[in-house]
T-cell receptor, first 111, second 116 residues
Framework: RKEVEQDPGPFNVPEGATVAFNCTYSNSASQSFFWYRQDCRKEPKLLMSVYSSGNEDGRFTAQLNRASQYISLLIRDSKLSDSATYLCVVNLVGSARQLTFGSGTQLTVLP | EAGVAQSPRYKIIEKRQSVAFWCNPISGHATLYWYQQILGQGPKLLIQFQNNGVVDDSQLPKDRFSAERLKGVDSTLKIQPAKLEDSAVYLC??????????????FGPGTRLTVT
């Protein structure tokens, strides 16, 4: 079983749509959680951290369910510029700030 | 602020040849990472340095891969000899000192390696 699993997609949605991505992680000792964004043929960049209480940054909302070992990312009012691959990322306790990446979910926002 | 620099951006070699990649992290970032990203997958950590010391190289295929960060700043990753399955993007990332609270890693543009 992969440490971090994501639905690879692709998700093709029209502009203005709301889209949600899910991610599960296998190690219950996981400590910190993030969503990174990776544009085609570019490097990954931090989109947002995920906190137990849930957090929002503009059109983006991240949720964490530790009991189910599940993380989600919701994008509201999708823009063309949101087209990218979204990587779910987990850090384990005591792993010296090493990040374990999921394989990513590809999103294409259509005009 | 300058980002993480990597070179070369692209490299094509034949199997069994050697190749080296260079990375210069963001100034002041003590921790440096090398990742391998195969097409369709997320980045996989190969090695992590703090200053010029290795924190973790458990996923580095040491029979053919080596890395160094001699002066605690820039780093090189070498593959010798290369295999077809080494075709991937090699990403370098850096972050602030391990004792800081931030987990954010800043990635360079990567080196796209094709082994034929």
């Amino acid at each position: 079983r992969k440490e971090v699993e994501q639905d690879p997609g692709p998700f093709n949605v029209p502009e203005g749509a709301t889209v949600a991505f899910n991610c599960t992680y296998s190690n219950s000792a996981s400590q910190s959680f993030f969503w990174y964004r990776q544009d085609c043929r570019k490097e990954p960049k931090l989109l947002m951290s995920v906190y137990s209480s849930g957090n929002e940054d503009g059109r983006f909302t991240a949720q964490l369910n530790r009991a189910s070992q599940y993380i989600s990312l919701l994008i509201r009012d999708s823009k063309l510029s949101d087209s990218a691959t979204y990587l779910c990322v987990v850090n384990l306790v005591g792993s010296a700030r090493q990040l374990t990446f999921g394989s990513g979910t590809q999103l294409t926002v259509l005009p | 602020e300058a980002g993480v620099a990597q070179s070369p951006r692209y490299k094509i070699i034949e199997k069994r040849q050697s190749v080296a990649f260079w990375c210069n992290p963001i100034s002041g970032h003590a921790t440096l990472y090398w990742y391998q990203q195969i097409l369709g997958q997320g980045p996989k950590l190969l090695i992590q340095f703090q200053n010029n010391g290795v924190v973790d190289d458990s996923q580095l295929p040491k029979d053919r891969f080596s890395a160094e960060r001699l002066k605690g700043v820039d780093s090189t990753l070498k593959i010798q000899p290369a295999k077809l399955e080494d075709s991937a993007v090699y990403l370098c990332a850096s972050s602030l000192d391990l004792d800081r609270s931030s987990y954010e890693q800043y990635f360079g543009p990567g080196t796209r390696l094709t082994v034929t």
